[in-house]
């Protein structure tokens, strides 16, 4: 049996204020357990969280697309200059596809690239998948009790590998 996983042919860009409709219906396709994972907790008010991403253009917000479809959104929120805080999810039927660990990837690319230093990302420690990926690009993980904060270091990490 192959471990290797099905290369899925997907597309990615930034998403726009026009594209607010589509985040906010792959919000509300996710299972209770991707809404825990991705907002660290239950939480149900995506219109106001998306609408409120959205309105700082500081903020980056990536999508993954398979054809027209929206299947991953990273979102990276400005906190500094020169650092963001990335929050990430897949839909449901996508996940273990490896399609986070390529839209993460374009995004760290996109934010080298337009100067950011530091990416922080905040977890449970029970989510296996995003502190796998925060260890493919050698992210420094620190867990205390129920958080877990990961910082990744912009300019020692090269995706190369990651887009292709």
Request: with cysteine; aromatic share 12%.
């Amino acid at each position: 049996m192959s471990i290797v996983k099905p290369l899925i042919r997907l597309g990615f860009r930034e998403l726009k204020g026009n594209d607010m409709s589509m985040v906010i219906d792959l919000y509300n396709s996710l299972s209770n357990e991707s809404i825990y994972y991705r907002f660290r907790g239950f939480f149900k008010d995506f219109e106001r969280y998306v609408k409120s991403v959205f309105s700082d253009p500081r903020n980056i917000v990536y999508g993954a697309f398979i054809g027209n479809e929206l299947v991953g959104v990273l979102e990276a929120v400005y906190l500094s200059d020169g650092c963001y805080e990335m929050a990430i999810v897949v839909r449901d039927d996508y996940q273990g596809k490896g399609i986070g660990t390529r839209l993460v990837a374009y995004a760290i690319n996109d934010l080298k690239r337009r100067g950011a230093k530091t990416l922080v990302a905040y977890s449970t420690p029970d989510n296996h998948r995003i502190l796998a990926i925060s260890r493919k690009f050698h992210g420094i993980i620190k867990c205390m009790y129920d958080e877990c904060t990961t910082i990744f270091n912009l300019q020692s990490i090269n995706v190369d590998q990651f887009l292709n």
